[in-house]
Structures are given as structure tokens and as C-alpha cells.
């Protein structure tokens, strides 16, 4: 296979000629297929089937502490759901709340609280001329969305393979007291798959902000979402309130997770660990905000999955079903792609996402004529604050909503775009 760089223009036009005949006939056949958000298969919301029924009578109601689920009380979360999720963060319980059924939400009304009312006594972020945030990219369009909303100037930050740039991240927060937080998904990051190495998570630990507010945003969301059963092909990373705690800036995180991507997306349960000072902080507000959160669905959770290890058995049961989808992209992408220069991915070993970099300049080409031939993808830019990629050259693939079959066409028209799409480039 010749990279496409190294043929001459005569060979490029033939190349073209080729590739657009198979790009028309597969837009022929009118397919209508969909690799644009991370959402669990049909087959994936099935194992969690028996979460509908853990539940069926009164007496199932309580709580290990006497709390009857269906009445109001317990705003921090129910025992057994703190310990569930705090086990599944690494964390002691009562550093843990248990919130509703999105972490996005803790998110969002942690950046908004951290405006209102500022944060630990801090200047209120509204109070200020400018507030900026560090975004590693490519990263999560929604944690963007976030702070964008709140009028957030947002920085990027390159990722490394080890996660985000430290050199830049610990020169920026020293020198510049408006960064206020950076968001992070520590852990098969969305979209790369990346996860951070010991010295990043203790750099980050071990930062020292200009402002005394500054707070990392590290959204676990895919802790526990290993694609191998393997111990040696699952990602570990340190555990960041410990490694805060050791360096003496216990305040300075804040940690999400949720089991969106375990049991029911948009339909689990969330938690935050951070703190004492910082969780007392959080349940100060709570308390206009809610009497309680849905200790019904805390309950059921923690009887379907009982514990860790429940949970990480259940875990290895989404990894059978997500893995070959991962194998499959990946191994059209080297079959099809593989050596021609016009694009790099890598082979997560978990997560939601496969992230691509096609060559600068052709990420918008390439979902538009994926899009033609009937394949949506995440719009090229999400990855990127305000939705920018200054290269137009990431794209985000998104593997576990099609079934194995429809993901090999949709494999298929991808790479069928990019080579398209390249071409027309190369030949300009
Ligand atoms: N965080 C990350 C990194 C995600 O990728 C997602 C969903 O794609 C979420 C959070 C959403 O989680 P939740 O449903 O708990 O709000």
C-alpha cells in the first residue's frame, strides 16, 4: 500500500476515479445508519433487565440504615448507595454523595453554585471579569457545553499519551489567577481512550494555582468500563483525592461518576467525591435545591449489582458486546487505511469512544460525505471548546449504538469518506 502523499497527480485522479465509484454505490443503497453519540446498545440496556424487578413489594423499600426509600430524607444518599459508588471511585463513603440520575448535572451545578455563590468563601466567579477554564482536547463536547454556557473563556490544552500537556497546565494555573478548573476524564478518556499515567495524576495533584478556587473537574465516567477481562489490558490510574490529600491540597478536586454507562443511560446514578470541606459546601446548597434524590433507584442498583466486584462482572458482560464492535472499526480502519498517510487513530482498551485525526483541514469534509451516504457521526469540531478544531481534524466514532453488521458498513462508508475526501485534498 503507497501512501497517498507519495503518488503523482495523474496517479492521484485514477485513485479518485476508483474510490468515488464505490462512494456512489454504497450512497445508492440509501442506508440509514448512526456512530454520533455514545449510547449503549439495545443488547447492552437488556443485561440490566433484572434492575426492573429487584424491587416488586414495600418491604423491598428500605434502606440498611431503616430509611424508607419512598418517603423524603437522606439528601446525601442512601449507606449502601455512598459505599457502592465511593467503592467504585476508590473513595470512603462518607466522602461521597449520592445525587439523581446524570453526573452531568452535579457538573453543571457545581460550575453554576461556584458563580452564584462562589467557592469555599472565594469571590463568586459572576463577580469577576474573566473566569477561564483549561480544556484538554479533543475532549467531551458536553463538558464544553458547560462552560460555555456560563460565559467560560476556555483554553485548550493538548493532550498527550500520558493525558494533558502538565508543562502547559502547571505554567498556565501558576500565572494566571481567572483559571478556575480544567476538565479532565482521567480515565479511557472520551474520545481517545487515553488514559492518565501516575506522573500526570500526581502533577496533578500536586499543582499550584494562582487562584485559590482553581478546582479540577475529573469526571470518572468510564472508570469501570474496561473493553478486556485481562487484568494486563485494563488501564489502573492513581486515585486523585488520595494523591490531593497527600499533597496537601485536599480542596482542589472534585471527582463524578455515574452508572449512565452501567445500568440505564440518563436513567443511573450519580455521585461526587470530594472533600469535607468541599462536600459540606455542596450539601449547603443542595438543601434549597432538593429534599432528596431518588433513593428508589439508589436501592435498586445497589441490590441488582450488590457490590464491586457485582459490578465489575456486569461490566465484562458490556465488554463482550462492545469489544468486537472496538475490533471491528479498528480493524477496517488498518485494513482500509493503514499506511496511506491520511489519518492515525488508536485501539482504546476502553470507554465509548474511538478518536480519528484525519489529515488537517478534511474532519468537515469527511462527516458531510459520511453523511450523504447515510452515516451520521459526531460533527467534526465537538471535540473542541466553542466546537472549533483548529486543525478540522478530529472526528469521534462512536461504536456502540449499531449492531456488529451495521457497523461494518458503516466502517466501510467512513473510510470510504476519508480516502474521498483526501484525495480532493491532495489534489487541490
Ligand atoms: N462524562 C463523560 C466523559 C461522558 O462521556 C458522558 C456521556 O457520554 C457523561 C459524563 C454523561 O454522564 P451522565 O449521564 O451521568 O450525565
Known amino acids: 500500500m503507497r501512501a497517498y502523499g507519495e503518488l503523482n497527480r495523474e496517479e492521484l485522479l485514477a485513485m479518485k476515479q476508483e474510490v468515488e465509484a464505490s462512494y456512489e454505490e454504497a450512497r445508492g443503497k440509501g442506508l440509514k445508519l448512526d456512530m454520533s453519540r455514545g449510547k449503549p446498545s439495545k443488547k447492552q440496556l437488556d443485561l440490566a433487565e433484572g434492575m426492573l424487578t429487584v424491587i416488586s413489594s414495600n418491604e423491598d423499600c428500605m434502606a440498611e440504615d431503616g430509611l424508607d426509600c419512598r418517603n423524603y430524607g437522606g439528601p446525601v444518599g442512601i449507606p449502601e448507595a455512598r459505599r457502592f459508588m465511593g467503592d467504585i471511585m476508590g473513595v470512603p463513603m462518607d466522602q461521597v454523595i449520592v445525587c439523581g440520575n446524570a453526573s452531568l448535572t452535579i457538573m453543571f451545578d457545581t460550575v453554576s453554585r461556584s458563580f452564584t455563590h462562589g467557592v469555599l468563601g472565594n469571590t463568586p466567579w459572576s463577580k469577576l471579569d474573566r473566569v477561564k477554564f483549561l480544556c484538554p482536547v479533543p475532549g467531551y463536547d458536553r463538558h464544553f457545553g458547560i462552560t460555555e454556557y456560563f460565559g467560560v473563556e476556555m483554553i485548550n490544552v493538548p493532550m498527550t499519551p500520558e493525558g494533558p500537556d502538565m508543562d502547559l497546565v502547571e505554567k498556565l494555573v501558576a500565572g494566571d489567577e481567572s483559571i478556575k478548573g480544567i476538565w479532565c476524564v482521567p480515565k479511557y478518556s472520551n474520545p481517545q481512550g487515553i488514559s492518565y499515567s501516575d ?146 487513530w488508536q485501539m482504546p482498551k476502553g470507554g465509548y469512544f474511538i478518536s480519528f485525526d484525519a489529515m488537517p483541514g478534511c474532519a468537515r469534509a469527511i462527516v458531510a460525505r459520511a453523511k450523504e451516504a447515510g452515516l451520521v457521526m459526531t460533527g467534526a469540531g465537538a471535540t473542541y471548546p466553542y466546537g472549533k478544531d483548529p486543525e478540522d481534524s478530529n472526528i469521534r466514532i462512536a461504536p456502540s449504538l449499531p449492531t456488529p453488521e451495521e457497523l461494518a458498513v458503516a466502517a466501510d462508508i467512513f473510510v470510504l469518506s476519508v480516502k474521498l475526501v483526501s484525495l480532493e485534498k491532495l489534489l487541490e
Not at 487484568?231 to 471527582?255: F, H, R, S, T, W
Not at 465489575?312 to 487505511?337: C, D, G, N, Q, Y
Open 199 to 344: 506522573e500526570t495524576v500526581r502533577r496533578f495533584a500536586s499543582l499550584k494555582p494562582a487562584a485559590k478556587d482553581f478546582r479540577i473537574f475529573w469526571d470518572n465516567a468510564y472508570c469501570i468500563h474496561h473493553l478486556y477481562e485481562e487484568a494486563e489490558k485494563q488501564d489502573q490510574i492513581l486515585n486523585i483525592i488520595e494523591e490531593c490529600e497527600k499533597a496537601g491540597n485536599p480542596d482542589m478536586v472534585y471527582e463524578f461518576a455515574s452508572t449512565s454507562k452501567v445500568s440505564f443511560a440518563g436513567g443511573g446514578i450519580s455521585a461526587v467525591a470530594s472533600s469535607k470541606a468541599n462536600l459540606e459546601e455542596i450539601k449547603r446548597h443542595m438543601n434549597y435545591q432538593i429534599i432528596s434524590h431518588d433513593k428508589i433507584n439508589q436501592l435498586r442498583h445497589v441490590k441488582f449489582f450488590r457490590d464491586l466486584e457485582g459490578v465489575k462482572a456486569h461490566m465484562m458482560k458490556h465488554a463482550a458486546i462492545m469489544r468486537p464492535k472496538f475490533e471491528t472499526v479498528v480493524s477496517v480502519l488498518e485494513k482500509e487505511l493503514g499506511g496511506l498517510g491520511i489519518g492515525s
